[in-house]
Structures are given as C-alpha cells and as structure tokens.
C-alpha cells in the first residue's frame, strides 16, 4: 500500500477508537425520532402543519397558549427596529386571549390565525413558511392585500415570514422569522410545562426539537460537537466524505433497471441516459425520420420522451431536439391545445421544444434520498402512469404520423 493509503487508514482508525466526542453525537442523533422515520425533515407542508398545532391552545400538546404567546413576544422584542410589527412584546404578555382560530392554507396562506380578545377587538397573524423554497415575486403582498380586504377592521395585522435560512421578505410589512426563535420557545415551554405534558404528546415534541437541531440550527449541540470532531479528524472526515455513496446514481440507475422490465410491456425502449436523464422512445417513434438528429451527442433521435432527474423534483416530458422548422413549427402550435399537457408559453423555444410535460411531486434533493431504492420505485411507477394516461398515447399516435415528414424536412435542409 502507498504512503496515503496508510495515512488514511491510521486517520480513520484514529477517529473510531479515539474519538469519545463521535459517540457522544451518535447518542445524540441515534434515538428515536418520530419526524425522521416519516421523512418529514424538509416538508414545508408538514412543518406548518406541526406549527399549526403548536399556534393553537385548544390542541392537545399540554402548553395550552404558552407557546403562541412566547414565540410572538420572542419575534416582537428580537425584530423591533428592524420592522414594522404593530405590537410590543409588553402587549402580548398582558393580553387576555378569549380564543384562537388556525387556518391552513385560508386562500393559499400557510397560516393564518384569528385571535379573540374581550371588547371584540381581533389580531390577525399571517404567516408564510419557507423550507427550501423561496418566495416567488410579489407572492407576500398578494397575501398581505388578501388579509387587509378580509380582515379590515382587525385591530392589529402582523405578517411574518418563516425561514430555514434566514431569506428577507420582499415586502416590508413582513417580519422575518427563524427555525431558530422556534426551536429555543419550545425549549422554554417543554421545560415550564414538562408537568403537564402527555407521554404521546412529549414524544412528539421532543422529536421535533430534536428534527430542529439537527437539520435547522447552526448553534445547537450538535452543531458544536460535529464541528469539534471535524476539526480534530479533518483527514479521515474527508475520507469519508469522499467515499459517500451517490444517492442520485443509485436512484437512477435503479430507476432504469426497473423501466427496463416494464419497456416491452408497454411497447417502448430505452434511447440514452446518464445519471441525470433517461431517454425513452415509444416503438412506433423508431422510424427513419426519427435517427437523423443532432440535438444530443449520444443520440441521433429528435423526439424523445426524457425523464429528467437533475432538478429537485422529478419531470417527465416529450422533447423535441433541434428539428427543422417546417416540422417544428405546426407541431408547437398543435400542443398549445388538448391532448398536449404544457404551460402556454408563447415563444417557441430554438432549439429543444418540451410538447408534453409532466412534473412530480417526488423530490431528489441530496438530503432527502434516505432510501435510494424506495425512491427509484416511486419516480419508476410515476413515469409509467405518465406514459399510459390517455393523453400522453394520443401523443405519442399524433407525433408517430409526423415523423415521415420529419424525415422530409430533413432531407430538403441538407440539400
């Protein structure tokens, strides 16, 4: 073995037997978590769900409206000067809370909550969550003029705007807000009410923090203890790291082991791929006029239907590659219309025109491929319920009438 070889193996044996650090952060992440088991760690839907039923007193996690209470008044006193909330951090304390409405998703808004006070008077708590997504152009005022027409005579209006890492909001009435101030007023409120608290509902909880500082917090304890062990195990760290399996390979490779057992069942054959795409033809697109492209270095086809799986979620479409014009052209304005599944986009594209595209929900985020396999399955069976809607065999007949003019039109371009 070479001098680098016996390097790394001296580094990495270091680091198991002489790193109590490294068991103290197994213990840390190795217990039970509920979230985790459900792969819910990333999911904006289901973290505003878990807000959702933390926000409302009435629920049945023992903190009663402890935490609406001191989240608020955490947000208020942390964000004054920097925007504009309507209420003090003394205000919250001194309320007398009647009751609480949580909405979720009330016309597109992750949270909107209606707060009861005596003499009728309302507050209204609008509150966008962002995990991995960003906030589309204009998307916070939209909300904000919905809770202004809808909520006219509230007494106070506070908008906030959740993130994982701390985006700005577009629009200044927004406060923003962290995992962070999350995570430290559940920490306050499970210990003030660690008493009163169900075993059921603990468990949850603690899952939750436990989900929070593992994956949303850069100061948390284990944070710490994993920087400690990177800076003294750097070398072996970076073994590891560079030995990691690649989850994207192994879901597409998966991916195409399995289309391949299903292909002749549905009459079409694989084209091309890499680990970021599978091409797929059906059979009656493997004419002559369909083999004189140039559109992919390892293809001569122009009409593919391609699995994409180099975005964060899954797509799946019939492109077209560089065809000539006089074909290109009235196949566009065909797919403007049924049986064709595309946005309406007005300009065609010069050189690769997607006809007929399909968009999943199956994310491929890196972070988010704990089982590569049960991952590879569900994008296999997606594609093929793609493949046998009726809309995309209308398409497939429509293209595969077209495909002797194709090979015309290529025939009069290269004379």
């Known amino acids: 073995m070479s001098e680098d070889t016996n390097l790394d193996l001296d580094t990495l044996n270091r680091l198991i037997v ?4 490294l068991e103290h952060l197994e213990s840390m992440l190795g217990g ?48 004054s000067g920097d925007a504009p909330s309507p209420v003090r951090a003394v205000d919250i304390d001194a309320w007398q809370l009647l009751g609480v409405q949580v909405h979720r998703e009330w016309q597109k808004i992750d949270l909107l909550l209606v707060l009861t006070f005596s003499k009728q008077e309302e507050w209204v708590i609008c509150l966008e969550n962002k995990v991995n997504s960003t906030q589309s152009k204009g998307q916070l005022r939209k909300y904000r003029s919905r809770v202004e027409r809808e909520f006219s005579n509230a007494k106070h209006r506070i908008y906030l705007f959740l993130t994982k890492n701390g985006e700005t ?185 997607s006809l007929h595209i399909f968009n999943s929900k199956i994310s491929l985020n890196e972070e988010n491929i704990t089982d590569p396999e049960e991952v590879a399955e569900k994008i296999c069976n997606w594609c093929l319920s793609c493949i046998n809607e009726s809309s995309s065999q209308e398409v497939i007949k429509i293209i595969a009438d077209q495909l002797p003019a194709l090979q015309s039109a290529f025939s009069d371009q290269s004379k």
């Open 18 to 21: 002489d790193c109590p650090d």
């Open 169 to 353: 909001p577009d629009d200044d009435a927004y406060i923003g807000v962290t995992y962070d101030q999350v995570h430290k007023v559940l920490k306050e409120c499970i210990s003030a009410k660690s008493h009163v608290i169900g075993a059921e509902p603990g468990v949850l909880l603690e899952s939750y923090i436990r989900l929070l500082e593992e994956k949303f917090m850069e100061e948390s304890e284990i944070a710490r203890t994993a920087r400690k062990i990177y800076q003294q195990h750097r070398r072996a760290l970076d073994v590891i790291f560079e030995q990691r399996p690649d989850n994207l390979k192994l879901v597409s490779d998966k991916v195409r082991v399995l289309l391949d057992r299903k292909l002749e069942e549905i009459h079409f054959v694989i084209d091309s791929y890499s680990k970021s795409y599978i091409r797929l033809i059906p059979k009656v697109w493997d004419h002559p006029g369909n083999q004189l492209g140039n559109a992919w270095s390892n293809s001569k086809r122009t009409m593919v239907f391609e699995l994409n799986l180099n975005s964060e979620k899954t797509k799946f479409y019939a492109i077209s590659g560089m065809a000539p014009d006089r074909w290109i052209a009235p196949l566009w304005e065909q797919s403007r219309h049924q049986p064709f599944k595309r946005p309406n986009r007005a300009n065609r594209p010069a050189k690769w025109c």
């Open 32 to 79: 039970f978590n509920l979230f985790q088991v459900l792969k819910f760690e990333y999911g904006e839907i289901r973290h505003s769900n878990v807000l959702a039923w933390l926000l409302d007193p009435s629920e049945s996690h023992g903190l009663n409206e402890t935490f609406l209470k001191k989240w608020l008044m955490r947000i208020v006193h942390e964000t």
